[in-house]
């Protein structure tokens, strides 16, 4: 699905953004943030036909470091094909999936604002008359997602996080400290 290439370049990416905020933790210690993990829902900017448009979200973040992920798990059933024949396709279902990183910008103890950017993708799942429980997938297209996450701390363990985005239309997570 994805080149080796676009793989490397992406943990490149990742590894220089996880050290600037490491650095930035180190030399600006009021801004300190805590350790946390979230989970909840995502609920995707895309027409998804049968398929729900709603998906598990779950984040980290560390330090300054955000990191995001979802997806609406929806999958083929049967053999998967590599080529289909165009005549006998049926739209069955709609893939949707959002990866996102960001920086946490710390308003106070309790409040925390992340700007994000992302990669969000849409595979869509065909079936064919011509092969039954079978199945073909399609990457019909790719965007960039650009958010915003609020998270409020209500006390020292939990949190709510709201976010909002261009492909990821909203997304409400239950925020944990570590």
């Known amino acids: 699905m994805f ?16 050290l600037n905020s490491c650095i930035t933790y180190k030399f600006s210690y009021k801004n300190k943030l805590v350790n946390d993990f979230s989970v909840g829902l995502s609920n995707y900017n895309y027409t998804t036909y049968k398929s729900p448009d709603i998906g598990p ?30 005549d006998n396709k049926i739209l069955q ?3 949707v999936g959002c990866t996102n990183i960001g920086y946490n910008i710390k308003l106070s103890d309790t409040r925390i604002l992340a700007p994000t950017i992302g990669y969000a ?3 869509k799942i065909y079936s064919d008359n011509n092969y039954p429980n079978s199945y073909y997938r399609m990457i019909s297209g ?3 997602n ?12 939990i949190g709510l996080m709201l976010g909002i985005g261009t492909y990821e239309r909203i997304k409400l997570n239950f925020v944990i400290k570590y």
């Open 142 to 144: 790719t965007n960039i």
């Open 146 to 157: 650009l958010g915003l996450n609020f998270k409020l701390y209500l006390n020292n363990k």
């Open 57 to 86: 979200s779950v984040s980290f973040s560390t330090y300054n470091f955000y990191l995001d992920m979802s997806n609406n798990l929806v999958f083929g059933k049967g053999t998967e094909y590599s080529m289909m024949t165009y």
């Open 93 to 95: 279902k709609v893939n």
């Open 121 to 123: 993708w849409c595979i």
């Open 3 to 18: 080149s080796k290439i676009y793989i490397f370049k992406l943990i490149i990416i990742l590894f220089i953004i996880f």
